[in-house]
């Protein structure tokens, strides 16, 4: 470090004399009302004093971080945070703020280097790629475990819970539109008019039939893989962004059907009192109608409204879990592969004998399953819905989930579900500034991950290891 | 020839909207055969080689496959009746492996077949096996040449339809893939229709050869009369090739 030491030293001196300069009059002198007196002021030298040397301390330390002598800036930073988060008395919290800070801030940026190569490597070489599958499938592991263990959570009230069950919505909805999107890269805007089938589906059977929830369930996925098969066959001739603005037609057709279509629908006034999910025939309720228990009685459990929540709950990660298992099992099929090469260039995919219509109308309709099925859990859930439930935004927000998960990432998906869905709710603090925070961290996702949280594509097969001999 | 040519094209003519860019096109190709066909830029070489494979359809005449006809069949459909094609560009899938390249290449064969192929392809081009889970895209040209080449193998067929293999790549490369092509028609039994802008290697390895000049077939005979003849010779020759 010899001959750059004398010019760093200057240039943080420098640094120091213009926060010097600056803060004698906004840190140095204090005015105070006396009562009687008037203003009269005080000086604050000392806290001046401990600022400047702070900004002196941490200029060096990034210079130095700068020029790759990490362990130098190690140092400073270190001795810098420690004074500022130790026990020694400052004359003011901010000042133990601002050393602390500043401290994290040269120890960052002194490791950052570091880090970026050693995860540039590490995703390079082999050893390195066979960690990151194995992590990422105990990750995925430890995810399924904490989320079947969260609602005994201390913490998991009812608006936790509550907050949850959206959140697997989406996440169920959004590894469906990952098959469409993300595998088969069918740009489908009209998603939510799949998710408005399956819910009223349910809602309809349900309440003019009688249907159990569990009937209907696989009878709503099959209406709504129907209605994708439907809308696909004439439409997905369409490339990119046609296809798009057909979907998006779409949806808006499904939705004011639902709308004027007073007989069926009852319109905008939607179905009420929808009865919810039951368990081997025991209701979720205070008292049960004729012929029927409740899940309190059958248990022998004191009645709570949680216990419908929690149910619930379990339903939405099953269906979302089981919605990725099969993702991920058509990932390694000949047809989940298909979906992979069309994305990747059709005409490619012709001159290799694949029919790119089928195959496309395959991804569209188990797409559209799987909306169905998570909108006819919807409807049980909230036992009323109505065609505002099923607006362009939805599709919107499932869209965005996808291609902030990074297309095609199953992992990238419950990340983004979790952000978007989860932010601004736990951004209500921030009242009318919510959506303004929102939009904020989705644009610094995509200035920093353009291609997605996870951006990365796993190969769906690998070869067994070599076999000797194979010359033939 | 006693039965009927694997390929025949019969007065094709294809037509681009208003433009025509095959005007009645008629060549052959028989069982066992490698052949040729040559020509400049946009004298539509891509064009016939498309139009066989059914995209763009032809306007006119026919394309038989073993004596059926096979002008109307969309392009999936003549792929699965045993003509592979290795397109213009190579167009491997550049974010799958090598490996999953091959495998798209299988779809339409019976998976016991599988490692089979495999073997035979890997043996063919042995770059291919060492590189066997890099990405596609991350392949040099000339082994993505032999990635698309060996992708089409792995659909087992009878006719291999190759759009400018040499396209864009080194001399010493370009004779590698020609080797290639000569072993896959000697050793494999595939007949092989090969649309070349690189005459000398082209006419070297083809049993015969036609010149097509704007959409219409102008010479044809054997690969090495065609290469001694006076007008291909200033033609596509000029500024000597060994």
Excluded at chain 1, 294 to 312: H, K
Excluded at chain 1, 382 to 400: G, H, K, Y
Aim: glycine share 12%.
């Amino acid at each position: 470090m010899g001959p750059r030491l004398p010019s760093m030293l200057k240039d943080a001196g420098l640094t120091a004399f213009v926060a010097a300069a600056l803060g004698i009059f906004i840190v140095g002198f204090r005015t105070y009302d006396v009562s009687g007196k008037g203003l009269t002021f005080d000086y604050q030298f000392t806290d001046l004093a401990i600022a400047v040397a702070t900004i002196f301390v941490g200029r060096l330390g990034l210079l130095l971080a700068a020029e790759g002598l990490r362990w130098p800036a190690l140092v400073l930073g270190a001795v810098l945070g420690g004074i500022g988060a130790g026990p020694l008395a400052l004359p003011s919290d901010f000042l133990h703020w601002f050393m602390a800070l500043g401290g994290l801030l040269i120890i960052g940026r002194a490791l950052w280097p570091w880090a970026r190569q050693r995860m540039s490597t590490a995703q390079h070489s082999r050893r390195g790629l066979l960690l990151g599958r194995a992590g990422a499938k105990w990750f995925g592991w430890i995810l399924i475990a904490g989320a079947v263990a969260l609602p005994f959570a201390p913490f998991a009230d009812q608006k936790t819970m509550d907050l949850s069950v959206l959140i697997l919505t989406y996440i169920m909805l959004g590894w469906g539109l990952n098959i469409v999107v993300g595998l088969a890269g069918l740009l489908d805007l009209g998603y939510v008019a799949f998710y408005a089938v399956g819910a009223y589906t349910y809602a309809l059977l349900s309440t003019e039939l009688g249907l159990g929830f569990w009937i209907i369930l696989p009878l709503a996925g099959m209406m709504a893989a129907s209605f994708g098969i439907l809308l696909g066959f004439p439409v997905l001739r369409l490339r990119g962004d046609y296809l798009a603005i057909v979907t998006l037609g779409f949806g808006e057709i499904i939705r004011l059907v639902l709308i004027n279509w007073v007989d069926l629908t009852h319109g905008p006034d939607g179905i009420r009192s929808i009865p919810g999910p039951t368990l081997f025939g025991a209701v979720f309720a205070e008292t049960a109608p004729a012929g029927h228990q409740t899940f309190s009685e059958m248990m022998g459990l004191p009645f709570s409204a949680n216990q419908r929540l929690i149910f619930l709950y379990y339903i939405i990660l099953v269906l979302a879990l089981a919605t990725n298992l099969f993702t991920q099992r058509l990932r390694r099929l000949p047809v989940g592969r298909a979906w992979e090469a069309l994305r990747e260039d059709e005409t490619a995919c012709r001159a290799l004998g694949i029919n790119p219509t089928s195959t496309k109308l395959t991804a569209f309709a188990i797409g559209a399953m799987f909306a169905g099925i998570a909108g006819s859990f919807f409807a049980a859930k909230q036992r009323f819905i109505s065609p505002e439930s099923f607006v362009f935004i939805e599709s919107a927000i499932i869209l965005a989930i996808v291609v902030l998960g990074g297309m095609g990432s199953q992992i990238g998906v419950v990340l983004a579900s979790v952000l978007l869905i989860g932010l601004p709710e736990w951004f209500r603090e921030l009242g009318s500034y919510r959506m303004l925070a929102f939009g904020l961290a989705m644009v610094l996702i995509m200035v920093f991950r353009p291609r997605g949280l996870i951006s990365h594509r796993e190969p769906s097969l690998r070869l067994h290891p070599v076999r000797p001999g194979g010359d033939g | 020839m006693p039965d009927a040519p694997i390929l025949a094209v019969r007065g094709v003519m294809t037509f681009y909207g208003a433009i025509q860019a095959l005007h009645g096109v008629d060549l052959e190709v028989a069982r066992g055969e490698i052949v040729t066909m040559i020509g400049a830029n946009g004298a539509g070489k891509s064009t016939l080689l498309m139009t066989i494979c059914g995209n763009p359809r032809a306007r006119a005449g026919a394309v038989l496959l073993d004596g059926e006809d096979i002008t109307g069949l969309p392009t999936y459909k003549i792929v699965q009746r045993g003509v592979a094609q290795v397109p213009e560009g190579r167009r491997i899938f550049s974010h799958m492996s090598v490996f999953e390249n091959l495998q798209m290449g299988a779809t339409i064969v019976d998976p016991a077949h599988f490692h089979h192929d495999l073997d035979r392809v890997f043996a063919m081009f042995p770059r291919l096996a060492e590189r066997r889970d890099q990405r596609g895209g991350t392949l040099s040209g000339g082994e993505q040449q032999m990635l698309a080449i060996g992708r089409a193998l792995m659909s087992r067929p009878r006719l291999l339809l190759l759009d400018e293999p040499s396209l864009g790549l080194a001399p010493l490369v370009v004779k590698q893939i020609f080797e290639a092509i000569g072993r896959i028609a000697r050793e494999e039994g595939v007949t092989i229709f090969l649309v070349e802008q690189n005459a000398y290697h082209a006419l070297r390895l083809a049993d015969r050869g036609y010149v097509l000049v704007n959409g219409r077939v102008r010479l044809s005979g054997p690969g090495k009369e065609l290469l001694a003849n006076a007008e291909v010779r200033s033609a596509y020759l000029e500024g000597g090739h060994a």
